[in-house]
């Protein structure tokens, strides 16, 4: 499933090959929340700019259209015409930080739709269920992402606990798979480490999870509140301990910088909703820096937002004409401002794996950490 192609440092290139189709890794996950990217893009446009997989969310889908709707109309893939890998992830991030009122047990978590208000239960089981109804690639585990800081007492509780919900999302997928009216049978499971940043329990959970033997290993619970370097450090800390034959995937992490030391780190999977959502603000990702279009110096530039950049939008349109769209309100504005950041995502990327092929990711490094994440 994953072949480490070359390593430079502790950057690794490599490929992994799921049921619709082989990633080319360090990879970027566009994030489709509920089927779709947030600024009007289509699969068709995410294909043009690049992307190789596409993200969707599990309690968002679960709530509406519903799960059970999209498996009669043949699965994700089908229904939202995308024929590249999909990951999902599991709803537990959701959960935890839109329902207000929850109850956590051993058996799950019930919770309030955010949408009707409606009760919901959702466990490691109903997890499972959603995702094989949607027939993502790859299926998430059911953790609880817990806050940071917490107390040390109940983060270990907590990782204790979703070890124990990971047992039971393996057993439970594994029986959805092997159904004969499985969506996707090849749909394969990825464990999550949590322990927020106690180095003992990042590595003892780790640890655990890896004897379970999955596809794949995603460090979660970061960029919900520690420093910077607290995060590198947990990745650091975390990666030693992750199998060196499975892919690595950091999720929610983040800004093209963080994208970069994290590579630097041994991660190989990332995703955040930052260059769409900034790109609906207006703040766009450069090769030399992050640009706020609707600054009045940019009225009469007729450049495009970074020439460098050979996206749909940089091509054809200008900074000017971008910036006007923007002041009227105009819905193209977002849809060009989210199309040119993710092509640049998806750039980036292809740009890592090319410098860790070379041997040059170190000078790479040095050159676009902090240059990338600088205002201009």
């Not at 929340?33 to 043009?48: F, V, Y």
């Not at 917490?150 to 092997?178: F, I």
Request: with cysteine.
């Amino acid at each position: 499933m994953y072949q480490l192609l070359k390593q430079d440092g502790r950057a690794r290139r490599g490929t992994f090959t799921t049921p619709h189709g082989t990633i080319q890794t360090p990879v970027f996950m566009n994030v489709g929340t509920q089927g779709a990217i947030k600024g009007a893009l289509s699969a068709e446009d995410l294909a043009r700019i690049g992307c190789q997989v596409e993200l969707s969310n599990t309690y968002h889908l679960h709530v509406r259209p519903g799960d059970d709707l999209i498996r009669n109309m043949g699965g994700l893939h089908k229904f939202m015409t995308w024929d590249g890998p999909i990951l999902t992830d599991s709803g537990g991030f959701q959960i935890f930080s839109l329902a207000k009122l929850r109850k956590i047990t051993e058996e799950g978590v019930a919770f309030n739709s955010h949408v009707d208000g409606r009760r919901i239960f959702m466990g490691p089981e109903e997890s499972m269920r959603i995702q094989a109804n949607l027939g993502s690639d790859i299926a998430m585990a059911f953790d609880e992402c817990i806050q940071i800081p917490s107390p040390y007492a109940y983060v270990k509780d907590s990782c204790d606990r979703t070890y124990r919900w990971l047992v039971r999302c393996k057993a439970a997928l594994a029986a959805y798979n092997g159904r004969e009216d499985a969506i996707n049978p090849g749909q394969m499971l990825f464990g999550i480490n949590q322990g927020t940043i106690f180095p003992e329990l990042r590595m003892s959970h780790m640890d655990r999870i890896a004897e379970l033997d999955l596809p794949g290993y995603a460090i979660g619970g970061l960029a919900v509140g520690e420093t910077t370097q607290e995060m590198y450090d947990t990745i650091e800390l975390v990666e030693e301990h992750m199998p060196k034959d499975k892919p690595r995937y950091l999720m929610g992490v983040g800004t093209p910088g963080n994208i970069i030391e994290g590579a630097a780190r041994g991660v190989d999977f990332f995703d955040c909703v930052m260059p769409a959502r900034n790109g609906r603000h207006g703040h766009l990702f450069t090769w030399s820096g992050i640009v706020n279009i609707k600054n009045e110096k940019y009225a009469r530039d007729e450049r495009p937002i970074d020439p460098q950049c050979d996206c749909p939008v940089c091509r054809r349109f200008s900074r000017a004409y971008v910036r006007h769209l923007f002041k009227a309100e105009e819905m193209l504005a977002m849809r060009l401002a989210v199309m040119h950041n993710l092509s640049f995502y998806n750039t980036l990327m292809a740009s890592i794996r090319r410098a860790i092929e070379a041997g040059e990711y170190e000078s790479f490094r040095r050159a676009y950490t902090e240059t990338l994440d600088t205002r201009i």
